[in-house]
């Protein structure tokens, strides 16, 4: 599980979007209260540790595989 709060952590900035290649993400501070829940409740566990890397918001959770 605390690996993945630190993938969720990593979000993409827009700044380094040149230099990285990722699109910058914006989290809200509610959207990662809401992750962080449900990471908690055990409620994301079916998601592999990549699916929390630069995804952004939750609504994006899943779309990587």
């Known amino acids: 599980m605390i690996r993945r709060f630190q993938r969720f952590e990593l ?3 827009q700044v380094t979007e ?3 290649g990722y ?4 989290v809200n501070k509610e959207n990662i209260i809401k992750v962080y829940t449900m990471l908690m409740n055990g409620k994301l566990d079916q998601q592999t540790e990549i699916a929390f890397y ?3 918001p939750i609504e994006n959770f899943g779309k990587i595989k």
């Open 11 to 13: 979000q993409a900035f």
């Open 18 to 20: 040149v230099f990285m």
């Open 23 to 26: 699109a910058g993400k914006l």
């Open 54 to 56: 630069m995804v952004g």
